[in-house]
């Protein structure tokens, strides 16, 4: 595998509102985990008349944070990139206490992507609820917040909302979540990716709601921009977009080039494939892994390269 130049973040401070640029300052929630690196990473927009990106996970120490960090300011909107539970659900919350309309794509999409290859256990048959616990008894982060529903739904090239000094832009993104939206500040160049595209990991693609064909198609929509910087909801910026760019979607395709192989090469069930591909990987990320290589199964079935027999676990794939 070609290696993506990943960028780290060294030091989360946790509760307090940095500035990281002229006009965005981030707050951090305390929810690291395996999804989502050092935690949520709240956004806000611009001195005194703001926006707002990603409320963030139901935190009581990360609602005070994002409290205290815009107390006297007037929020004029929040924006949300999807409706994950570690992105969305304190947005009803600051909508409550602001007043500022919530913005989005829309709610949860029911997408049928994949729905042919689902049986009718849960856990294929609904949408990326992806092993939502870790330690601890924490639940968290990559289950999805379905009481979501924004005010305003904007579409793709949209101004999202404006203030004083700052335009932000809709970019639409599907391929994580089909509802996902990407948010551009004009004035700086910088494009607000949520999980769309990460510093620090490649990002889930999970069937139904995730599609790896939109995925591929939004990540070629992000490398035809100019933008200077990427800033994802988990983790540091992007300062150099162009090659990190190239080395997500060289990853992306040769993965797709892996399961096609492995399918020629006689490997029918997902779980084998995930054991010879993902091996260098850390078991505890097999299931997220196992969704990735159904989303590339399926974008392969509809290419024509592969058929199925079987739905769900009892899938077994050939080549055609
Ligand atoms: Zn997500």
């Given at each position: 595998m070609s290696a993506i130049p990943f960028v780290t973040l060294d030091d989360p401070r946790y509760g307090v509102a940095v500035q990281a640029s002229p006009l965005i300052r981030r707050v951090i929630a305390n929810n690291p985990s395996k999804y989502t690196y050092f935690g949520t990473g709240t956004y806000i927009i611009g001195h005194g008349d703001v926006a707002v990106i990603d409320p963030?996970?139901?935190?009581?120490?990360?609602?005070?944070?994002?409290?205290?960090?815009?107390?006297?300011?007037?929020?004029?909107?929040?924006?949300?990139?999807?409706c994950h539970s570690?992105?969305?659900?304190?947005?009803?919350?600051?909508?409550?206490?602001?007043?500022?309309?919530?913005?989005?794509?829309?709610?949860h999409g029911n997408a049928n992507v994949g729905a042919d290859f689902a049986d009718d256990e849960a856990d294929f048959a609904t949408d990326a609820a992806i092993d939502a616990t870790i330690e601890e008894g924490v639940t968290l982060e990559e289950t999805t917040d379905l009481e979501f529903d924004p005010d305003v739904c904007v579409a793709d090239g949209?101004?999202?909302?404006?203030?004083?000094?700052?335009?932000?832009?809709?970019?639409?993104?599907?391929?994580?979540?089909?509802?996902?939206?990407?948010?551009?500040?004009?004035?700086?160049?910088?494009?607000?990716?949520?999980?769309?595209?990460?510093?620090?990991?490649?990002?889930?693609?999970?069937?139904?709601?995730?599609?790896?064909?939109?995925?591929?198609?939004?990540l070629r929509k992000v490398m035809d921009r100019n933008d200077t910087s990427l800033w994802p909801t988990h983790g540091a910026p992007i300062t150099s977009p162009t090659p990190f760019l190239e080395a997500f979607l060289e990853h992306r395709l040769e993965r797709e080039a892996q399961v096609l192989a492995a399918v020629r090469s006689g490997q029918s069930d997902i779980e084998g494939m995930v054991k010879s591909m993902y091996a260098d990987v850390r078991e505890e990320l097999h299931k997220a892994a196992a969704r990735s290589v159904l989303s590339n199964l399926i974008k392969l079935v509809d290419d024509g390269a592969v058929t199925v027999e079987g739905k769900g676990k009892a899938a077994r794939y050939f080549p055609s």
């Open positions: 963030g996970p139901l935190l009581d120490e990360h609602r005070d944070a994002l409290a205290a960090a815009i107390e006297g300011e007037r929020v004029r909107a929040i924006l949300v990139t999807h570690d992105h969305s659900p304190l947005a009803a919350w600051l909508r409550e206490l602001t007043g500022a309309p919530t913005i989005a794509y829309g709610p949209e101004v999202a909302a404006m203030g004083v000094g700052w335009t932000m832009r809709a970019v639409f993104t599907p391929g994580h979540t089909s509802n996902h939206m990407c948010y551009s500040l004009d004035e700086e160049q910088s494009l607000f990716t949520g999980d769309h595209i990460m510093g620090w990991s490649t990002t889930i693609v999970s069937p139904p709601d995730g599609d790896m064909r939109a995925y591929i198609d939004s």
